[in-house]
């Protein structure tokens, strides 16, 4: 399977949202709605804050939320806040594929 | 509270095996319908799942390492284990084990244990 593509780098200033995009094939984001997504602080281990394309784990903000159409997942935070500044990973139900990346900066 | 810890050599020889075990503790590993995982994270550079286990002991490779990987559990211990064979520089990462509760899923996550392939 190949890697999801995801924006290198997206940033946002606190109040605002952002959307971080995850494109895959037809065979893998566009035939299951399963993505998941994961934060990740520096030196600090992932953290999930949405499986299954849309539910978010217990403890994880509302702010955050996942949707999807066609070949592409999306993460969308709002009401942007300083903490929110990490590296985010969508991971595909099929093969369990991690996408590249996106490092979110908050301005 | 569910917690995972890694362990295992921090320093593998080229050619050699690498050998992680993940010890649960909070819960029993084989009380719930969950897989059991290992993702590693080469130094500055993203997630790759190796795989996962269910207490049964029914496994699931990533393909590109089925070759070399090998996962068990052990329910007496609440323990799983990764074993990585031949490796490589390449396999230079930080590694670690995860619950998964649904495919492509890890809600828990142990820190993490560097592991450097190198003579």
């Known amino acids: 399977q190949s890697a999801l593509t995801q924006p290198a780098s997206v940033s946002g200033s606190p109040g605002q949202s952002i959307t971080i995009s995850c494109t895959g094939t037809?065979?893998?984001?566009?035939?299951?709605?399963?993505v998941s997504w994961y934060q990740q602080h520096p030196g600090k281990a992932p953290k999930l804050m949405i499986y299954e394309g849309s539910k978010r784990p217990s403890g994880v903000s509302n702010r955050f939320s996942g949707s999807k159409s066609g070949n592409t997942a999306s993460l969308t935070i709002s009401g942007l806040q300083a903490e929110d500044e990490a590296d985010y990973y969508c991971?595909?139900?099929?093969?369990?594929?991690f996408g590249g990346g996106t490092k979110l900066t908050v301005l | 509270q569910l917690q995972l810890q890694e362990s295992g050599p921090g320093l593998v020889k080229p050619s050699e095996t690498l050998s992680l075990t993940c010890t649960v503790s909070?819960?029993?590993?084989?009380?719930?319908?969950?897989?059991w995982g290992w993702i590693r994270q080469p130094p500055g550079k993203g997630l790759e799942w190796i795989g996962s286990i269910y207490y049964s002991g029914s496994t699931y490779y990533n393909p590109s390492l089925k070759s070399r990987v090998t996962i068990s559990v052990d329910t007496s211990k609440n323990q799983f284990s990764l074993k990585l064979s031949s490796v490589t520089a390449a396999d230079t990462a930080v590694y670690y084990c995860?619950?998964?509760?649904?495919?492509?899923?890890?809600?828990?996550w142990g820190q993490g244990t560097m592991v450097t392939v190198s003579s």
């Open positions: 037809s065979s893998d984001v566009g035939s299951y709605n399963l």
């Open positions: 991971c595909s139900y099929a093969g369990r594929v």
């Open positions: 909070g819960g029993s590993i084989s009380r719930s319908s969950y897989y």
């Open positions: 995860a619950r998964e509760i649904a495919v492509d899923a890890f809600d828990i």
